[in-house]
């Protein structure tokens, strides 16, 4: 009997030994992992997520395995227990100037991806409580997105319901640009068309705005007529900011025409914007007066080189330049398809700082302001 207990007496303190040291690698490994944030910032997402040819959300065939990325997405590692992993993306929305603009919201993450941002953009949708003040969604109330189909080239074909067509004649245009840049804003979306309870549209159904095959960025937004009207000449959309109205600053797009048989049309983009928008358009121009390129900006590897006078920046001892500035070059530029990022140096200037006291050591991209993902 006394072996007995001896021997129990032996395996229970074993065990205590044991159990206290898996009790510290845990907590070990626990101080070992950086807990991420809330919020998923998507760079990328799968890129089959949409296949070409299939509607968004559709599940693989009976018997198939499904394609990387089409898995069903579990929370991210980061959200709290009982939240929603979110994901940064645009909504073209009306500011107050009646303007389309975008803004950056966090919206849940979701196998429909483009479904889910188009929901953003409806009057008295889920957008409303998210809306800064100044600001109102686009699409008539009510409206719902029957399917959603992307095609192999690139164009995104999108249904809606019948209270598409409940709207405003002064709003067709912007409606169809709030649309195609909200769509566009991701990789693999190059156009968009539009069906209403499963009859392609060819015209806006209101005023009858064109919209042909599809309808892209190519067309423009917020035109700007600035009496340039020659055959040579070519569209470009610009940036430039406006302040809302708690005085947060944001961008807006114009579009309009410019000389398209100029030496270099990216001298050309940049004193557009050193001239600024018009004086009738509530826009800011965020250069200094005197401001100029001191040579021709030249491409190379995707890498606009810009080089500027001193007067570009708004602290000569400190060699800064206003985050304004920066976006609003960084943002009109990109536009073309072949900028992949912007490197801005100034004559005289050994390094170029941004208003906080950082180096742009990098040439800078469009994602450092807008989110930048596929479907």
Sequence with gaps: MNKKIAGLFTSVIGLSILLAGCSLK???????????????????LEENALEPGAAEGEAPAEGEAPAEGDEEKQ????AKEG???TAKRQLFL?????????????????????????????????VTDMLPNGFEAVLPAGTTINGIDAQKDGTLVVDFSKEFNEYEAANEKKI?????????????VKDVAIRVEGQDLAKMPVDGTPIGKS????????????????????????YFPAEAVDGTPYEVPVTERMNSNADNDYEEIVNALIDGPSMDSNLSNVFNTGSALTSEPTLKDGVLNLEFNKEVLSNVDEAAITDQLMETLV??????EEVEAVSVKVEGVEEVFNEHGEAYAEPVTREQYVPAEKL
């Design 75 to 78: 929370p991210e590692e980061g």
């Design 215 to 238: 309808y892209s960025r190519a067309d423009g937004i917020n035109l700007m007529d600035n009496g340039i009207t020659t055959v040579d000449s070519e569209s470009v959309t610009l």
């Design 83 to 85: 939240e929603s992993a």
């Design 94 to 126: 009306l500011d107050a100037n009646g303007m389309v603009v975008p803004m950056t919201f966090e919206l849940p993450q979701t196998n429909e991806v483009a479904k889910e941002t188009l929901e953003y953009l409806v009057k008295d949708g889920p």
């Design 331 to 336: 943002m009109s530029l990109t536009e073309r």
């Design 176 to 188: 169809l640009e709030s649309i195609t840049y909200t769509l566009t804003q991701f990789e693999n």
């Design 26 to 44: 845990g907590e070990q490994a626990v101080d070992e992992v950086d807990v991420p944030q809330d919020t998923t910032y998507v760079d990328e």
